[in-house]
């Protein structure tokens, strides 16, 4: 029987200020607010909350058989609760029917990836903490950022107790295989693979409101009977894009949530069903290892980094940045870990790219790419002054680090002789009471005894007394005589 994994990632950009290289010592904030809130805003409007309550209208309409993953960056969530909380309160509804999962991604949407493990462990394990925290689910499958994978990411991932992973059925990987079944890890067998189908995602999320293209215009029926058309084996077919597609990069002018609502009646009669990644993981044997000695992803035509990691310039802010990763790590300030994590997003190495994109890009404030890495190497140079201001320079990370874990122990030795002492107390405390009531008992021994004794005992101690009486009478009367 086959099935569709269709699922939307959720991310916003943060945006950077024209920033000076006279500003570097003097002005440690880098954000524009206004653009910021302006933009996360306007695709709250037009896209993000029209989507969400169509998924929504769709789980309700067709009970648990039409089901739908999200994957949110970390970056994302918190431009949401600032700027637009409605999205998450909306998001918390659609976990509440019990039809939706979330994914795990690295917090910042960055290329942590591509540069330092442990970087890398670090920003997934927060994301995924910020997600239990706002939906009550741990995730169990991770989804990089634009499906960055390789064989030595997916060993990283499976590592950290992923059961799966999204990533891009690329023509180049898959050779003649077919991105409809479930591979595996090649590196780590337990890792299943779910490859994103390209022309059925891309006709959705590119082409849909496209009158040029052959397909146009697209209806849910048609489309739903290509995929019934496929090969009986091929049993998977996963649906990747990220939610701004459905009303940003395909207008709500072209009837695109009308079309998405459509999709689970058509499919229905086709026998065609719903599942979330993790079920597909659960229920579904690897037909093999996938080998991806090289790093892929889902942008532009040859689905790798290019895009961020093609020019000189990419690679020496890149390498720059992630040169103070360790130290940043050791360091673990609050205030610099934030800014950490919008340095490292995705976007700001892809507006320094030079190569040509089927897919328009917006620089924004940037007139170009050499004007962007400008301004984002004079904002690193002033990073990566405050983060070696926390320490001096000439201690290197081996020697900071061994300081700051010989205070962790030492911080650690006096927590728990803290509790020791702790325990102590209150055992002493439970002593104390039982001890003061011992004297008390010897004491109030006497006091049942008295009854015993009798007080009219002196009494008897009269006879003398008597005896005395006697005596004295028998003398008078002598000396009457």
Known sequence: ????????????????????????????????????????????????????????????????????????????????????????????????????????????????????????????????????????????????SSLIYSDEIGAQVASMGFKGMLTEGAKHVLGWKSPHYIYNCNMAPSLKLLLRDVEFSDDISLRFNNAEWEGYPLFADAYIDRIARLSEDEQFINIFMELSALGIAQPLSSNIL????????????????????????LKTKSVGALDVPDTLSWVDEERDVSCW?????????????????????????????????????????????????????DRGIYSGPFDAFTNYMNILGDFINRVNALYPEEIDNEQLNSLLTTIKNQGDEIEMKDIEIERLKAKLAKLQPSETEKPAAK???????????????????????????????????????
């Open 443 to 481: 004491k109030s021994a006497p006091a049942k005894k008295a009854p015993a004794a009798k007080k009219p005992a002196p009494a008897k101690k009269a006879a003398p007394k008597k005896a005395a009486k006697k005596a004295t009478s028998e003398a008078k009367a002598e000396e009457k005589k």
């Open 309 to 361: 990691l093609g020019n000189a310039m990419q690679h020496e802010a890149f390498n720059k940045l992630y040169s103070v990763a360790d130290r940043l790590l050791i360091a673990n300030d609050p205030r610099l870990n934030q800014d950490w994590d919008y340095l490292q997003a995705s976007n700001n190495f892809r507006f320094m790219t030079t190569k040509p994109s089927n897919v328009g890009l």
């Open 1 to 144: 029987m086959k099935t569709i994994c269709l699922y939307f990632e959720i991310h916003q950009i943060i945006h950077l200020k024209r920033y000076r290289f006279f500003d570097i010592g003097t002005d440690h904030y880098y954000y524009d607010d206004y653009e910021n809130e302006r933009s996360i805003s306007d695709i709250a409007e037009r896209s993000y909350m029209p989507a969400l309550n169509a998924l929504l209208q769709m789980i309700k309409d067709n009970g648990k058989y039409f089901k739908v993953a999200f994957s949110l960056s970390g970056t994302g969530i918190e431009q949401l609760e600032f700027h637009a909380p409605q999205v998450i309160e909306k998001l918390q509804e659609l976990n509440d029917t019990g039809c939706v999962e979330f994914l795990a991604e690295p917090y910042s949407h960055g290329l942590s990836s591509l540069a330092n493990t442990e970087a890398f462990i670090r920003d997934v394990q927060k994301q995924c903490k910020k997600i239990e925290e706002l939906f009550g689910k741990k995730p169990t499958v991770f989804r990089n």
């Open 258 to 281: 009308e079309f998405m609502k459509a999709l689970p009646a058509c499919a229905k009669t086709k026998g065609i069903t719903f599942s979330t990644p993790t079920e597909i993981c």
